[in-house]
């Protein structure tokens, strides 16, 4: 039955770009060379295969003096070809890893969830009980209530967020713009509310849904939250960090950013 609900949630749930926007060969001594990278030292790509035999690419985005690794998940309508150019940001500006999986330990991970990314997010926060915190970003209550705003959780929705961050053990950010026609404020504002450590929110002011890498405030809340985790790891605090939302910020212009398909669950 897994297997069922895996497959129809790929067909109607996922829409990266067709074609990619990226290209993977093998060289000559059988590393895995992604298109546009040759320059950079610090990136490595990999092929990984699935439980389901389907194989997937992973790159590894090192930063010679990263405190943490990011296990970024993204949306369902990009691919690595055009998120390649945000991992580089984050890793400058952050000074951290960005890598699917990459033999860390849980106390050096920070998972990091966007859209529809918040579903494997939040399944592997709420197995791995000593991770160093989650990231939210424009996250999902689950696959129905983007659709429908239903109040149990069925079995066929694979993305059982509003369940699995009860069982989130670190310190959890979110980040969701106040503007987003896609996945509606109250959403994230409910992941706030259910998470066990919470850290404080970045609800950012007319912010949509697939812009936020757009505003100034965005990279500084992310750097204000890898610090603080870079401090706690140094310590063992007695309470729980519980901050207040931050309504002060500032609205700035647009830019262009990735679409949803007209398929897509999350439309």
């Known amino acids: ?56 690419v ?12 990011l296990l970024y998940s993204h949306g369902n309508a990009a691919d690595l070809g055009q998120m390649h150019e945000l991992f580089i940001e984050l890793r400058a500006h952050l000074r951290v890893n960005i ?15 966007q859209s529809v990314g918040s579903g494997p997010t939040l399944h592997l926060g709420s197995r791995l009980k000593k991770l160093r915190g989650l990231v939210l970003h424009s996250a999902i209550l689950s696959g129905i209530r983007v659709l429908y705003p239903v109040k149990m959780t069925f079995w066929f929705d694979i993305f059982k967020n509003i369940d699995k961050i009860r069982h989130v053990s670190c ?7 106040t503007n987003d026609d896609i996945v509606d404020l109250s959403h994230g504002k409910r992941l706030w509310e259910l998470s066990k450590e919470k850290y404080d929110p970045l609800w950012v002011k007319g912010g949509g849904h697939c ?19 870079e401090k706690l790891a140094l310590t063992k605090p007695t309470n729980k960090q519980q901050l207040t939302p931050n309504s002060s910020m500032t609205e700035v212009k647009h830019n262009k950013c990735l679409r949803f398909g007209k398929r897509s669950l999350v439309k």
């Open 58 to 69: 992973a790159t590894f985005w090192k930063h010679p003096f990263a405190r943490f690794t």
């Open 99 to 113: 890598m699917r999986e990459y033999n860390i330990k849980q106390e050096d991970l920070i998972l990091y969830g």
């Open 171 to 177: 310190p959890v950010l979110v980040i969701h713009g």
């Open 1 to 56: 039955m897994g297997n069922v609900t895996s497959n129809v949630a790929a067909k109607f749930a996922f829409f990266p770009p067709d074609p990619p926007t990226y290209d993977v060969n093998k060289a000559e001594d059988g590393t895995v060379v992604f298109s546009g990278l040759t320059a950079d030292k610090n990136a490595e790509v990999h092929l990984l295969e699935t439980k389901g035999g389907n194989k997937i």
């Open 211 to 229: 812009n936020l890498e757009t505003y100034p405030e965005y990279i500084k809340h992310l750097r204000k939250f890898i610090n603080a985790m």
